[in-house]
T-cell receptor, first 110, second 111 residues
C-alpha cells in the first residue's frame, strides 16, 4: 500500500522556469491538498480539492495552479518560479479521520 | 478566517521531563482537531479529537480538547530523545473539507 506518492523529492529551478509537482494517492480519498512548509511557518495550505473535478484556493495560492486530474492525482504547477517559492512542498489526502502525507519535495529557486 | 495558533514555538527540556504543548483555534463550525509529529520528513498522525472524543491517550502521549476554551493540549510524560520533533496541530471545519495547521512547536529533548 503506497499511500501518497509525491514526485520529485528534490528540485532546483532557475527564476522564471516552470515545473509541475505530481501527487497520487491509492486510498480512494476524496480530498487532496498541497501545502508548503517554511521554517517557523508550519504547514500553509496552497490549494485543496474536496472531490474530483473541484479545486479551491487555500491560504497562499498566488503563483501556483493545480489540476485534479482524476480521483487519484492532484498536481501543483509553478508557471514562473520565484525565489520566494523556495520551500518544502507536501501533498496530502484525507478521509476526514486523518490526513496522509507524501514525503515532500524540497524545491529551491535560484 | 480560520486560524490555529500553537505555543510555545520552541521548547528544550531534559530527558525524563514532562511537557505540555498548546494549540488554540478559531474556526467556524469546528469538526475535529488533529495532532501530528514531524521528524525528518512528512508529518505522522498522533490523535484526532472531536466533540464526541475529547480525550485521547497512547502510551506516554495524551491530548485533551477544551471546546469551551477553543484549545487543546498535548502532554508527553517521561520524555525521551526520540520525542524530539516538530508537533503540529490542525483543525478541520464542518463542510470546509480542508485542514488548517498551526505553526508547530519544535520540541528538543536533551539527554
Amino acid at each position: 500500500n503506497a499511500g501518497v506518492t509525491q514526485t520529485p523529492k528534490f528540485q532546483v529551478l532557475k527564476t522564471g522556469q516552470s515545473m509541475t509537482l505530481q501527487c497520487a494517492q491509492d486510498m480512494n480519498h476524496n480530498s487532496m491538498y498541497w501545502y508548503r512548509q517554511d521554517p517557523g511557518m508550519g504547514l500553509r495550505l496552497i490549494y485543496y480539492s474536496a472531490s474530483e473535478g473541484t479545486t479551491d484556493k487555500g491560504e497562499v495560492p498566488n503563483g501556483y495552479n493545480v489540476s485534479r486530474l482524476n480521483k487519484r492525482e492532484f498536481s501543483l504547477r509553478l508557471e514562473s518560479a520565484a525565489p520566494s517559492q523556495t520551500s518544502v512542498y507536501f501533498c496530502a489526502s484525507s478521509d476526514f479521520t486523518e490526513a496522509f502525507f507524501g514525503q515532500g519535495t524540497r524545491l529551491t529557486v535560484v | 478566517e480560520d486560524k490555529v495558533v500553537q505555543s510555545p514555538l520552541s521548547l528544550v527540556v531534559h530527558e525524563g521531563d514532562t511537557v505540555t504543548l498548546n494549540c488554540s483555534y478559531e474556526v467556524t463550525n469546528f469538526r475535529s482537531l488533529l495532532w501530528y509529529k514531524q521528524e525528518k520528513k512528512a508529518p505522522t498522525f498522533l490523535f484526532m479529537l472531536t466533540s464526541s472524543g475529547i480525550e485521547k491517550k497512547s502510551g506516554r502521549l495524551s491530548s485533551i480538547l477544551d471546546k469551551k476554551e477553543l484549545s487543546s493540549i498535548l502532554n508527553i510524560t517521561a520524555t525521551q530523545t526520540g520525542d524530539s520533533a516538530i508537533y503540529l496541530c490542525a483543525v478541520e471545519a464542518q463542510g470546509a473539507q480542508k485542514l488548517v495547521f498551526g505553526q508547530g512547536t519544535r520540541l528538543t529533548i536533551n539527554p
